[in-house]
């Protein structure tokens, strides 16, 4: 059993009646890229995987969940500081992703959702010719038959 602490009831009292943000919260997040494509993790702990929801519109990535608190008709709390809370996050993807791959795990309260570099947006390798080894067309005129073009 915990021992009482009248002020650590008062601090939560008072961040209960200041705190101003009662729409969603913001979650924690890291986004690092590895390879081709992007890693997006996210924290949500106690968070049901069925309440989070993923959305793309265009380019803009949105991500939505919510934690409920299950208590009982008979339960006394003792202390209750863990609350019901819904997150938000909004990412602006830019050009060159792969929306239709977009994929997402949720696993131990750590939601990662893995954003594919489209195949246009990767490096690639340009050949360069020389004129040496370029082909040759040359055209021939004739007054009889055309001739054709030699390569």
């Known amino acids: 059993m915990a021992t009482y602490d009248p002020f650590r009831d008062l601090d939560r009292l008072a961040s209960g009646l200041f705190d101003t943000r009662r729409g969603p919260r913001r979650m924690p997040m890291d986004l690092y890229r590895d390879g081709d494509h992007y890693v997006l993790t996210a924290d949500l702990p106690g968070i049901d995987p069925g309440s ?74 340009i050949e360069v010719t020389s004129e040496g080894s370029a082909p040759t067309i040359r055209a021939h005129e004739s007054s009889e038959t055309p001739q054709p073009i030699e390569q």
Not at 73 to 85: F, G, L, Q, S
Not at 102 to 121: C, H, Q, R
């Open 52 to 125: 989070v929801d993923i959305d793309v519109d265009g380019q803009l990535l949105t991500i939505r969940a919510e934690r409920t608190l299950h208590s009982g008709d008979d339960v006394k709390w003792i202390t209750r500081e863990r609350e019901a809370a819904s997150f938000l996050r909004q990412l602006n993807l830019g050009q060159g992703i792969d929306t239709e791959r977009i994929a997402a795990s949720y696993s131990n309260g750590v939601l990662s959702v893995t954003i594919p570099v489209s195949e246009k947006a990767k490096p690639r390798k």
